[in-house]
Structures are given as C-alpha cells and as structure tokens.
C-alpha cells in the first residue's frame, strides 16, 4: 500500500487496486468541500482528510468513528443525502454527496 501525498489516502492497494487512475470527485461534509476517488468508501475519504469523529453516540454522546470496516457495526454511520444512519464503510462515494455528522439515532431532515 501506498499512501498519496495529500494526505492519507492510499491510493494504491493489493486489493482494492490503483485508485490513481479513478475520477476525482467532490462530497461535501458537515459544510467542507472534500476530493475524493470514484471506487473508495465514505469512510476512506474522510479518514484521508483527518476526520476521525462520523457520530455521536445517543445516550452519552460520545465520538464514534470506523471500527469494524466491513458493514457489521454501526459506529461509522452518518446522514448521507438527507438519509440517516448509512454505514459509510461500505458505501462508495458518488459525486455531489452531502454527509453530516450523525448525533445519536439520526432523524431524516425535512425538505
């Protein structure tokens, strides 16, 4: 693996292959602009911008971020498009995303 210079985004994996040669596309999170690459989860884009915080628990409040990695937990959830409660560890980004931090249950924003 090996990470790319603007950040730490890995941009080529054994697995997932050369995200260099993917689309970069923009997402918005919590209001901030970000890149990302066609092919890479919610969650691998923000953690390669340095955001470590996707929700806050209901009860006590507490920080929540990726944990299990494959779908199973729900501590990486976030509203995505106005819908609450997506695991961003197994969703891919799609251009023009709106992400926000999630705190507790989540509730679908009315429009």
């Not at 990695?69 to 980004?93: F, Q």
């Amino acid at each position: 693996m090996t990470n790319s210079p603007d950040g730490n985004r890995i941009i080529h994996h054994q697995i997932l292959g050369d995200l260099s040669k993917k689309k970069v596309v923009e997402i918005t999170c919590d209001g901030q602009k970000i890149k990302a690459r066609e092919g890479e989860t919610i969650a691998a884009a923000l953690l390669a911008t340095g955001k470590k915080v996707f929700r806050y628990s209901e009860k006590r409040k507490e920080p929540r971020s990726l944990f299990c990695a494959i779908g199973r937990c729900t501590d990486c959830v976030m509203t995505v498009n106005n819908k609450p409660n997506v695991r961003t560890c197994v969703t891919l980004v799609e251009d023009g995303m709106e992400i926000k931090t999630q705190v507790g249950l989540g509730k679908r924003e009315a429009r």
